[in-house]
């Protein structure tokens, strides 16, 4: 299995408060993403990263800024979170083939 | 609107039947990917096709990329409660590996 690890597993955040979530690769592979799970809508792409410092909007980018400093780390910002931003946040990388996506344990984050 | 469409959203059916669940898009992709998903855990890829027309068996799964790359399908024969889960089809576009994943489909399998 690929190691990605995000943290925090579980958040409970206030609205307004900026929130960070972490995803950490250990596979070297130099294609990551946040996905964002809600019932009904599968995943859908937030900001994905091709390289260090290349990163680019998903579908459902507002309200949220990612950056990557280094190969095995890739961060999501909420700048002020809002209630329609709870849900389950997976992180993934595309390895070198590009044939599979491979993904963390999720963030299950809940803003009240 | 998902780039990616699948149907049925949701689908339960009795162990031992058959069922097909389907990936639709108005766009052209290199490749296609159905993951599965159980609770609590994050999506495991069951196969990759990147050929049109390319048929891909996996035990009882049988995966079908459209002629045209435009769409695919999952039929599982003899259906187990094992086969239980949210089932994700997923395509790249544009050369940069900017992976989509469709809208999804939650099977369940009474036993």
């Known amino acids: 299995d690929a190691g990605i690890t995000q943290s925090p597993r579980h958040k409970v955040t206030e609205t307004g408060t900026p929130v960070t979530l972490r995803c950490h690769q250990t596979e070297n592979h130099r294609y990551m993403y946040w996905y964002r799970q809600d019932p009904g809508h599968g995943l859908r792409l937030i900001h994905y990263?091709?390289?260090?410092?290349?990163?680019d909007k998903g579908e459902v980018s507002d309200g949220y800024s990612v950056s990557r400093s280094k190969t095995e780390d890739f961060l999501l910002t909420l700048e002020s979170a809002t209630s329609s931003q709870t849900s389950v946040y997976f992180c993934?990388?595309?390895?070198?083939?590009?044939?599979?996506?491979?993904f963390g344990q999720g963030t299950r984050l809940t803003v009240v | 609107t998902q780039l990616l469409e699948q149907s049925p959203q949701f689908l339960s059916i009795q162990e031992g039947e058959n069922l097909t669940v389907y990936c639709n898009s108005s766009s052209v992709f290199s490749s296609l990917q159905w993951y599965r998903q159980e609770p609590g855990e994050g999506p495991v890829l069951l196969v990759t096709v990147v050929t049109g027309g390319e048929v891909k068996k996996l035990k009882r799964l049988t995966f079908q990329f459209g002629d045209a790359r435009k769409d695919s399908s999952l039929h599982i024969t003899a259906a187990q409660t094992g086969d239980t889960g949210l089932y994700l089809c997923?395509?790249?576009?544009?050369?940069?590996?900017?992976?989509?994943f469709g809208t999804g489909t939650r099977l369940t399998i009474i036993p």
């Open positions: 990263s091709y390289g260090v410092k290349d990163t």
């Open positions: 997923a395509g790249a576009l544009g050369g940069n590996e900017k992976l989509t």
């Open positions: 993934a990388t595309f390895g070198l083939l590009g044939l599979e996506a491979f």
